[in-house]
């Protein structure tokens, strides 16, 4: 059975930071672009960042560019995303996604269940 398992929520303050993590069962990722997707409260779910197959190409949404980073490490099939800076508006469930190919194009294959991000004082 495929799965995919977000760890790494949590409730922290502004500016500060947190590591999502994505895990998979059931197939190799190292086959798959991987994206970070997110959905506020009473909003869309919307791209937060993607990395293809290798690596070697990496995307983000414009309200997360220098403060967020993804990686991968296909050895132990897990992708992250490196949250810095975090801000209130940046609350959100985030989901792991897999593309059906190995290139980004923002369209998920398979999804994780979510993990809670909550940016607050």
């Known amino acids: 059975q495929l799965q995919l398992v977000e760890s790494g929520g949590g409730l922290v303050q502004p500016g500060g930071s947190l590591r999502l993590s994505c895990a998979a069962s059931?197939?190799?990722?190292?086959?798959?672009?991987i994206g970070w997707f997110r959905q506020a409260p009473g909003k869309g779910r919307e791209g937060v960042s993607c990395?293809?197959?290798?690596?070697?190409?990496?995307d983000y949404a414009d309200s997360v560019k220098g403060r967020f980073t993804i990686s991968r490490d296909n050895a132990k099939n897990m992708v992250y995303l490196q949250m810095n800076s975090l801000k209130p508006e940046d609350t959100a469930i985030y989901y792991c996604?897999?593309?059906?190919?190995?290139?980004?194009?923002?369209?998920?294959?398979?999804w994780g269940q979510g993990t809670q991000v909550t940016v607050s004082s």
């Open positions: 059931g197939f190799t990722l190292d086959f798959y672009a």
């Open positions: 990395i293809s197959r290798v690596g070697g190409n990496t």
């Open positions: 996604a897999a593309e059906g190919s190995p290139v980004c194009k923002w369209s998920p294959r398979y």
